[in-house]
């Protein structure tokens, strides 16, 4: 009996792991999620890092 339901256990766990969805990305939609990402990150970004230069610039202007 002990074998019985073990066996009918792993066959219903088999069942579930390949009635899973795979998630599978080519690679156009991986490109079109890389470019989303930097059109909506990409001028924040830029802002943050012309500021810093400014800041950066300026703390070694201070310094001399």
């Known amino acids: 009996m ?3 339901l073990w066996r009918g ?3 219903l ?6 009635c899973r969805p795979v998630i599978a990305i080519g690679w156009e939609e991986l490109l079109l999620l890389i470019l989303l990402v930097a059109f909506l990150l990409g001028p924040p970004l830029y802002r943050f890092m012309r500021r810093l230069e400014r800041f950066l610039k300026h703390e070694k202007k201070d310094k001399q």
């Open 2 to 4: 002990q074998k019985n």
């Open 13 to 18: 766990y088999l069942v579930t792991l390949a």
């Open 9 to 11: 256990f792993c066959a």
